[in-house]
């Protein structure tokens, strides 16, 4: 997978799952009352249309609303902490580059170094595709986890008014899914990543260790 095509990816599957929510709103009923229309060919066509409309847009306002790093900015720092631990531990020792411990390094400037690499080296870029897939997964499950929450509670505070029970039950599944995705899957995926990462990195500070350390020594300037 491509970067460019993980960032369009990012914005395609918000909107559907944004999509999903508002359909799975209407009453089961009116659900097959539609359906029996969408049977039709000019209605497929119809709603093909209008689905392609809607899921770039509420995918474009679910971006701009940064709704994402609710959940994403603890993982991506996480994540982040590891590649910068990884990159300078085999210079623990190196009196040269004991000034990458201080506190006052700044991650994003490890990260161009690290970067460089990747976009320099086949395998690694083979690997980031790898990265790229597991991104999509996670990011995936977090906009669901995200989306999921506030349909859950919209639902719940609709049956409230209409005592439709279609919709508590809604509500409540879709909570259960969501406490599943954050305690189980997303905890897995974010292991794979690491994982997935920490071979790149593995590969740049063995088979580019000189060219890495002439890199972090540029730091101190």
């Given amino acids: 997978m491509k970067l460019s095509t993980l960032k369009r990816l990012r914005i395609i599957v918000p909107g559907i799952l944004i999509l999903i929510g508002f359909f799975l709103f209407i009453d089961f009923n009116q659900i097959n009352y539609c359906f029996q229309y969408l049977l039709k060919e000019y209605w497929q066509v119809l709603y093909i249309v209008f689905s392609a409309i809607l899921v770039p847009a509420f995918g474009?306002?679910?971006?701009?609303?940064?709704?994402?790093?609710?959940?994403?900015?603890?993982?991506?720092?996480?994540?982040d902490e590891n590649i910068k631990d990884k990159l300078i531990s085999p210079f623990a020792n190196d009196d040269e580059l004991r000034f990458l411990f201080s506190p006052e390094i700044e991650y994003t400037s490890l990260k161009s170094i690290f970067y460089q690499f990747v976009d320099n080296?086949?395998?690694l870029k083979v690997k980031a595709e790898l990265i790229y897939h597991n991104g999509l997964f996670l990011t995936s499950f977090l906009d669901f986890s995200i989306i999921g929450f506030f349909?859950?509670?919209?639902?719940?505070?609709?049956?409230?008014?209409?005592?439709?029970?279609?919709?508590?039950?809604?509500?409540?599944i879709l909570f259960i899914v969501i406490l599943i995705i954050?305690?189980?899957?997303?905890?897995?995926?974010?292991?794979d990543h690491?994982?997935?990462?920490?071979?790149?990195?593995?590969?740049?500070?063995?088979?580019?260790?000189?060219?890495?350390k002439n890199k972090l020594k540029q730091l101190k300037s």
Avoid: G
């Avoid at 679910?62 to 996480?78: G, S, T, W």
């Avoid at 349909?151 to 409540?172: E, G």
């Avoid at 920490?198 to 088979?207: G, M, P, R, V």
């Fill in 60 to 79: 474009s306002i679910y971006k701009v609303l940064n709704l994402r790093n609710i959940l994403f900015k603890r993982i991506v720092l996480d994540i």
């Fill in 194 to 212: 690491k994982k997935l990462s920490n071979e790149q990195l593995e590969i740049i500070t063995t088979s580019h260790h000189d060219e890495l």
């Fill in 121 to 123: 080296d086949k395998t």
């Fill in 182 to 191: 954050n305690w189980f899957v997303i905890p897995k995926i974010v292991v």
């Fill in 151 to 172: 349909f859950s509670v919209f639902y719940f505070a609709y049956y409230f008014l209409n005592q439709n029970i279609n919709l508590l039950i809604k509500s409540n």
